[in-house]
């Protein structure tokens, strides 16, 4: 065997900084096609704050927080409608105390407003909470729910209030105690930080209002707390939501940067407090969230299976071992040593990996075409796995053409190691992983199926992120030396190795515990997997997935409404029943939606 002598890795930050910030024209789910990198968070940032408000934007910033309130079990079962009414009950008497202190806070916040439209802005959002309180009143009488206002008050409403009326009080760092507020501008910043504590609540039940209303269904009667939807849901709320983020964006204009900081965290304090609120409910029923409620470590086996490119990550990993292999390779009047592996120029590399593209795109296209039924059938899976045997075929042998080309030759193992540590990652993706192996709680193992040619660039991906323990099966670069030879070991090429590696992986499971499987994907490629899973969850809006699963009679159903439907038939005394092979698949729009329904928070 000959010697070789590697080229140089990539050494510097800046140099592979610069790999993540190339753009590319498109990006397809496994395709040789560009990258698509959002641009740097600050320009991000900016951007976002020449378009909205200041509220508007911690919303935005914090909506994860929003998805794990609306998925406890509490959120869950009053939107199903099958809460039980003594939890109403206990929920009732304490959302009275937190009112109650609403109304002072804005009385307070009135009190520093040094501006006469402010003033009559804040009093009039105290009155609306006078009105909520009447509602509550009213839930008193219709239900019989006596004796709930005069409730001794939960530690998580307690904790919320204490930090509520601390801040309206001026006991917020930097900030003089009450009754020393000498100055105008003093007394309007303490306001300021008031309504940073006050507008996530109600932002929240407006969200959630909104959500609950949509899901009410006309054909099935009465729903027993419509009146407690319809309330949140209204104009009215939704309006009073409204004037209070317009409130803090006014009353923030003069504030410092430094100021600004202080009011996103009292805002993002407020968001936690209220989910803690919501779990702290105590429910006298079985409810199907979160998923590991049931959880037995020594009888049951939680396995997640996910995809990698385009579930977990932002662009596609052949469009950055692509980048690698064009940056790192010689210039056309570069003279390469007899000891290296003979690389192309970087300017023919750049044409060959843009005709790889283009072929792959066009033809993708066609087999698709070639293999979608015309009109919707009945779900049958064994048909739609005949079906993408033609995908398969179609996937070796673009990968063929990717190997015969000779683009993969001559990267160097560092860099590719460095581009999975630096790969942008799914929001939310990491610390989900991160809960469930670093779990004591639960019996769960984690196993990553992708299509992606090199391992080691998922293996750094993840290891960014202390999860080293995730078994990644993906496909391999072979080596000579630390540098690619351009062939790769090919394992997991189409969807058919996709669903053959998770039924291997299934089959080598001990046989004394009751596994659960819940599968992630985003693509055609993932859809037997999804299928054949216990739960299946498509996270992202490939068009292609979408289409192929329409026409061979796969449901997609959107989570949360999903949960609960399935709420609604929940038997008391009974496991909830998750099975594959039912044609269902669930969408998600963010790893947020993942966490709540299986981890909770």
Not at 313 to 324: F, G, P
Request: aromatic share 10%; with cysteine; glycine share 6%.
């Amino acid at each position: 065997m000959r010697i070789l002598s590697p080229p140089n890795p990539i050494k510097t930050p800046a140099l592979f900084n610069s790999i993540l910030r190339l753009r590319f024209n498109s990006l397809r789910s496994h395709c040789f096609n560009s990258m698509a990198i959002p641009p740097p968070k600050s320009a991000m940032a900016s951007a976002v704050d020449n378009e909205v408000g200041l509220a508007r934007r911690f919303w935005i910033k914090f909506h994860r927080e929003s998805v794990f309130a609306m998925y406890t079990p509490f959120s869950l079962s009053l939107a199903s409608g099958n809460l039980k009414i003594e939890t109403f009950r206990h929920y009732i008497a304490q959302d009275v105390h937190f009112l109650k202190a609403f109304a002072h806070a804005y009385e307070l916040a009135e009190e520093c407003a040094d501006d006469d439209d402010a003033k009559v802005a804040i009093s009039l959002l105290r009155n609306a909470v006078r009105v909520e309180l009447k509602m509550h009143d009213s839930f008193v009488k219709e239900w019989g729910l006596h004796g709930a206002k005069k409730a001794a008050i939960n530690s998580a409403a307690a904790k919320y209030i204490d930090f509520l009326l601390a801040t309206a009080s001026g006991k917020v760092g930097g900030v003089k105690g009450p009754g020393k507020l000498a100055t105008p501008f003093e007394k309007t910043k303490v306001a300021a930080y008031t309504l940073g504590a006050m507008t996530p609540c109600m932002r929240l039940y407006a969200f959630l209002g909104k959500e609950f209303k949509a899901l009410l269904d006309p054909n099935e009667g009465s729903h027993p707390y419509k009146k407690w939807i319809d309330n949140y849901s209204s104009d009215s709320f939704q309006a009073s939501a409204a004037q209070t983020e317009e409130l803090l964006d006014k009353l923030s204009v003069s504030l410092t940067g430094e100021e600004l900081d202080i009011i996103e965290k009292l805002y993002h304090q407020a968001m936690k407090l209220e989910i803690e609120f919501f779990s702290a409910q105590s429910l006298v029923q079985p409810t199907i969230v979160p998923l590991i409620k049931e959880h037995n470590p020594a009888k049951d086996h939680l396995m997640i299976f996910s995809d990698f490119d385009l579930t977990c990550t932002v662009v596609d990993s052949s469009a950055i071992l692509a980048e690698i292999a064009i940056v790192t390779a010689p210039k056309s009047d570069q003279h390469q040593s007899e000891n290296q592996i003979a690389r192309m120029s970087s300017a023919d590399l750049r044409n060959t990996w843009g005709l790889l593209s283009r072929q792959y795109t066009e033809e993708y296209e066609q087999c698709i075409e070639s293999f979608v039924p015309t009109e919707k059938v009945v779900f049958d899976y064994k048909s739609l796995h005949k079906a993408l045997e033609k995908l398969s075929d179609f996937e070796k042998k673009a990968n063929n053409r990717v190997t015969k080309s000779g683009v993969l030759k001559g990267l160097n193992i560092e860099d590719i190691k460095r581009a999975g540590e630096r790969l942008i990652l799914q929001d939310g993706c990491i610390n989900f992983f991160q809960k469930i192996v670093k779990s004591e709680n639960l019996n769960a193992i984690v196993h990553v199926l992708s299509y992606c040619w090199c391992g080691d660039l998922i293996r750094s991906a993840f290891s960014s992120g202390d999860l080293h323990e995730l078994n990644v099966h993906a496909n391999e670069f072979t080596f000579e030396e630390s540098i690619s030879t351009g062939d790769i070991v090919k394992k997991v090429e189409s969807p058919i190795d996709k669903v053959q590696s998770f039924k291997d992986i299934l089959k080598n499971c001990r046989d004394d515990r009751k596994n659960l499987t819940v599968y992630i994907g985003d693509s055609v490629g993932d859809i037997l997997c999804l299928l054949e899973a216990d739960i299946g969850i498509v996270i992202g809006s490939s068009s292609s997935l979408r289409r192929v699963g329409t026409q061979f009679g796969v449901s997609f159903v959107p989570l949360f409404p999903g949960l609960v439907k399935k709420q609604k038939e929940f038997i008391e005394g009974r496991s909830s029943n998750w099975k594959g092979l039912t044609g269902i698949l669930y969408t998600a729009s963010s790893w947020a939606e993942i966490h709540a329904f299986i981890l909770g928070y």
